[in-house]
C-alpha cells in the first residue's frame, strides 16, 4: 500500500466549477500535512498546510481527518490558471529526520 | 534573496558516466533534502543533510548515490555509473531549521542518460 494515495485523475472541469480532491495516508505517526501544486516539469510549489480544524485560502479550502487518515483540497470558482497536478504530503519527523513523502499527484485540467 | 538555485538545470550523460548535481540553499538555510522524480511517478525522499553531516540517507539507492554539504559551498548530489534508470528530475529544497513545514524546492535538474 502507498504511503499517499490519490486519485491520479485527470480532472477536466469547465472554467468556475468547483472541484475536490481526497488523499489517503497510511502512516498514523504522520505530523503534519500540505498541498503543493506542480506544473508541468516544474517544482512543486507549497499551495497550503492542512489542518484539522480546516482552513481557507481564498478559493482553496483543505481539510485534515486524523482520525480516517483523509485530506482533501477544494477549489472553488477554478480558473484556467489552476490546471497542475496537485500533491498530497505528509511529514514525518522521527529521530533527527525531516521527511516529506508526496503522493503521485491529480492532475486538474481546467477548459474554457 | 535569491530562491534554492540549483545547477544545472539539465544535464546529459552517457551510460556509465557520473553526474554531480549542485544545490546552493536559500541564504540562512542550513539544512538541505533532495528528491527524486522518475518520469510519471511521485516525488521520493532521498537525503536531508545539515552542513557537514548526513542526518538521513534512507532514501538513498545503496550503491551509486552519494551527498554531500560542505561547510563552505553548495550541496553536491553525485551518482556515479550512471544508468538509463538514473533519468529523472532531482529536486532539492532548503530550510532554515528541521522545524520549519513546508520547505521551498529549487527548479530542480533533469538527468537524461543516453
Known amino acids: 500500500r502507498k504511503e499517499v494515495e490519490q486519485d491520479p485523475g485527470p480532472f477536466n472541469v469547465p472554467e468556475g466549477a468547483t472541484v475536490a480532491f481526497n488523499c489517503t495516508y497510511s502512516?498514523?505517526?504522520?505530523?503534519?500535512f500540505f498541498w503543493y501544486r506542480q506544473d508541468c516539469r516544474k517544482e512543486p510549489k507549497l499551495l497550503m498546510s492542512?489542518?484539522?480544524s480546516g482552513n481557507e485560502d481564498g478559493r482553496f479550502t483543505a481539510q485534515l481527518n486524523r482520525a480516517s487518515q483523509y485530506i482533501s483540497l477544494l477549489i472553488r470558482d477554478s480558473k484556467l490558471s489552476d490546471s497542475a497536478t496537485y500533491l498530497c504530503?505528509?511529514?514525518?519527523?522521527?529521530?533527527?529526520?525531516?521527511?516529506?513523502?508526496f503522493g503521485t499527484g491529480t492532475q486538474l485540467k481546467v477548459e474554457l | 534573496n535569491a530562491g534554492v538555485m540549483q545547477n544545472p538545470r539539465h544535464l546529459v550523460r552517457r551510460r556509465g558516466q557520473e553526474a554531480r548535481l549542485r544545490c546552493s540553499p536559500m541564504?540562512?538555510?542550513?539544512?538541505v533534502y533532495w528528491y527524486r522524480q522518475l518520469p510519471e511517478e511521485g516525488l521520493k525522499f532521498m537525503v536531508y543533510?545539515?552542513?557537514?553531516?548526513?542526518?538521513?540517507e534512507s532514501g538513498m539507492p545503496k550503491e551509486r548515490f552519494s551527498a554531500e554539504f560542505p561547510k563552505e559551498g553548495p550541496s553536491i548530489l553525485r551518482i556515479q555509473q550512471v544508468v538509463r534508470g538514473d533519468s529523472a528530475a532531482y529536486f532539492c529544497?532548503?530550510?532554515?531549521?528541521?522545524?520549519?513545514?513546508?520547505?521551498?524546492f529549487g527548479s530542480g535538474t533533469r538527468l537524461t542518460v543516453v
Open positions: 529544497a532548503s530550510s532554515p531549521s528541521r522545524e520549519v513545514e513546508g520547505y521551498t
Open positions: 502512516n498514523s505517526a504522520s505530523q503534519s
Open positions: 492542512v489542518y484539522s
Open positions: 504530503v505528509v511529514r514525518i519527523l522521527t529521530g533527527g529526520g525531516n521527511k516529506l513523502t
Open positions: 541564504k540562512g538555510h542550513s539544512h
Open positions: 543533510l545539515q552542513k557537514e553531516n548526513i542526518i538521513d
